[in-house]
């Protein structure tokens, strides 16, 4: 990283759509210098713990790397938001620094006003703005396994956890993802929005275009979410060639690519690359954003599913370049009862994308839940092991490890391999809703649902109810903004039953119609199955 910082013409263009800024990444190494400088007179060191809170990433990215050159490991907090509940963020925020022993946080705008309560708490509060003027300092040595990163899980429980990834974890998957992405350092132009508390977006689409020296344009999740459309604005303004997003990210862009734009507004055919990952692709969604960006030069063999998580840095798999989605139609009941993804093209059938070959240093097998390997194409619990792995969590009882004896690490995702070696992934573990013997899949039902006129999109939850009990079964929750509307709401409940019975042959418990914002999601915007149960009892 530091090398690419001297050498690097390239760098972090950050400031739109107001007022656009672009830094070298050896302008951005020499802010991290001075800001390493501050840390270091302010007593923080190599195995130190510093947390993070700021929101521009001009200032993430040398704030990261400043913390990086004093040995020390970076924690990025959970920002809040217009909808976030602050009293729930603050203790949660507090439980982190706890958790991960930090004695220094660093904040920005527009955080500055969580400082009186930090320190409160007894934390040493450094504010970047006051770092960057300080005198600029080198480095100081660091081995391949000293923590680089405690990376906040996304997970449904309420109490925290942090994935320790490594320097080693950090540079292999780097390595391993600039190969199967085929990256061209000269040509390549990065565009994101992803939220820099989150895995993908900090480690892949911040600290991996900072090791390499990549253009990268960055703006804020909370610029997408105000402008959907400056996502297609920055790709066409600084030919954009790679970016990537969760599932329902693209749904919204297309949806706002038809509603809102005119056929060639925007020019989209520079983009080659466009990750989907972080939550389950749906082959219909990508399918749906192919037809919607073909009026703005948006190639369909440009739309790659993937599959990774934070345990693996982020990256297991990606689609091969060019190939664009690729599904893997299935009989549906045997899939469901059998735990088999045989092919079919008759019948009921069930489409689900390959998520592409495991990138370099990755193994992958699937097992039962006794813990043998399974062949290709039986469905069962995905373990990986490699160099990018993470040895475990730190979290409020101490360090837990994520890997057995022999080095796998159990994803809780049920999934196959295709003959060929391709990622498939049928749904989480603890998600799935087991009656008369048969997998329901959540996914399947929360598709169904949302294809009710009235329902907001990435707003149905299914929901498991008497888990493990010989009468288990599910409810659905959908937001609606008729949700005051008697009427309506009897409509939804009734479509949405019978949607869900014509999709996985299994009627709901009940319906349950909500004001919008009401289903809880974690903080990068997935769905809290197992905290939306009280809101359908």
Not at 398 to 421: N, R, S
Not at 490 to 505: F, L, P, S, T, Y
Request: aromatic fraction near 6%; hydrophobic fraction near 45%; charge should be negative.
């Amino acid at each position: 990283m530091y090398g690419s910082a001297r050498s690097s013409p390239r760098g972090l263009v950050t400031g739109e759509p107001s007022c656009p800024v672009r830094h070298t990444w050896g302008e951005v190494h020499e802010r991290a210098r001075r800001i390493a400088g501050g840390l270091a007179t302010a007593g923080v060191g190599r195995g130190d713990a510093v947390p993070v809170l700021a929101g521009a990433p001009a200032e993430i990215a040398p704030a990261g790397q400043g913390i990086w050159m004093r040995g020390a490991s970076l924690t990025m907090l959970h920002q809040p938001t217009p909808r976030t509940d602050l009293q729930r963020w603050a203790e949660e925020t507090i439980s982190v620094i706890k958790m991960i022993g930090a004695k220094t946080v660093v904040i920005s705008d527009p955080f500055l006003d969580a400082a009186p309560l930090l320190s409160q708490l007894g934390m040493r509060v450094l504010i970047i703005e006051q770092l960057l003027g300080s005198r600029p300092i080198d480095p100081v040595e660091t081995d391949d396994d000293d923590t680089a990163l405690l990376q906040l899980t996304s997970g449904s429980t309420g109490s925290p956890k942090a994935v320790r990834i490594t320097h080693r974890n950090v540079v292999s998957n780097a390595e391993a993802m600039f190969i199967g992405a085929q990256v061209d350092i000269d040509t390549d132009v990065i565009v994101s929005w992803l939220p820099l508390f989150h895995d993908m977006g900090m480690t892949g689409f911040l600290t991996v275009p900072m090791y390499f020296g990549a253009e990268l344009v960055k703006v804020t999740p909370m610029d997408f979410l105000s402008d959907i459309l400056l996502w297609a604005k920055l790709i066409d303004k600084y030919k954009g060639t790679m970016t990537a997003a969760p599932n329902f990210a693209y749904t919204l862009f297309a949806k706002r690519l038809r509603k809102l734009a005119q056929p060639g507004q925007f020019d989209l055919s520079s983009l080659r690359w466009a990750l989907s990952g972080a939550e389950q692709v749906e082959p219909a969604d990508i399918e749906d954003l192919c037809e919607a960006g073909r009026p703005f030069g948006l190639r369909p063999e440009a739309i790659l599913p993937a599959y990774g998580m934070a345990e693996t840095t982020v990256a297991v798999s990606f689609s091969a370049c060019g190939a664009g989605l690729v599904i893997d139609e299935v009989d549906a009941d045997l899939l469901a009862v059998l735990h088999r993804a045989v092919p079919a093209n008759k019948g009921k059938t069930r489409r689900l994308a390959t998520l592409g070959r495991l990138l370099n240093g990755l193994e992958a097998r699937i097992v039962d839940e006794d813990g043998n390997v399974l062949p290709a194409r039986a469905v069962g619990v995905i373990a990986v092991r490699g160099e990018p792995v993470t040895l475990g969590y730190e979290t409020m009882g101490g360090f837990v490890t994520a890997q057995d004896e022999q080095g796998w690490y159990a994803t809780g995702d049920l999934g196959y391999l295709t003959e060929t070696g391709h990622v498939v992934v049928c749904g989480r573990v603890k998600d799935v809703i087991i009656m008369a013997g048969r997998n329901i899949y959540p996914t399947d039902i929360e598709r169904a649902a949302t294809r009710v006129c009235g329902v907001r999109a990435g707003s149905a939850v299914a929901v498991r109810l008497e888990a493990g009990h010989p009468r288990e079964t599910f409810a659905v929750a959908v937001e609606s903004n008729s949700w005051e509307n008697l009427a309506e709401v009897r409509r939804i409940e009734q479509q949405v039953a019978h949607e869900v019975v014509a999709e996985v042959d299994v009627r709901p418990r009940n319906v349950v119609v909500l004001e919008p914002g009401v289903i809880p999601k974690t903080p990068s915007g997935k769905l809290r199955r197992a905290h939306t149960s009280a809101l359908v009892g």
